[in-house]
């Protein structure tokens, strides 16, 4: 069983910034994709960034500009760094290992494509 651990969550005020890390169990982390999703309430789970095991990147319109991914193979952690924050991003921010079996391609990724999630780390910003 994989165990993908967020931290670095906090109430911050718009236009502030947070960095998100997510620390991975499996030894193998550096040959999987990454992925970082958001649920505000009563909302869908969406797609916020994703990094490929050679560093490849993708972000949500959304958040593009303003959110960077990155991963430490050595550490096996995975971090999303925020950006000029605003309220609607606003949400349970969780990361996800996405499954060997789907062929990585650049562009927005679903759910259901991700095998293991973590607990999830709250995410506030205040107007």
């Known amino acids: 069983q994989v165990q993908l651990v967020e931290s670095g969550g906090g109430l911050v005020q718009a236009g502030g910034s947070l960095r998100l890390s997510c620390a991975a169990s499996?030894?193998?982390?550096?040959?999987?994709?990454m992925g970082w999703f958001r649920q505000a309430p009563g909302k869908e789970r969406d797609f916020v960034a994703h990094i490929s095991s050679s560093g490849n990147t993708y972000y949500a319109d959304s958040v593009k500009g303003r959110f960077s991914i990155s991963r430490d193979n050595a550490k096996n952690t995975v971090y999303l760094q925020m950006n000029s924050l605003k309220p609607e991003d606003t949400a349970v921010y969780y990361c996800?290992?996405?499954?060997?079996?789907?062929?990585?391609?650049?562009?927005?990724?679903?759910?259901?494509?991700?095998?293991?999630w973590g607990q999830g780390t709250q995410v506030t910003v205040s107007s």
């Open positions: 996800a290992e996405r499954r060997l079996s789907v062929p990585y391609r650049s562009g927005p990724c679903f759910a259901y494509e991700y095998a293991y």
């Open positions: 499996r030894r193998t982390f550096s040959i999987y994709t």
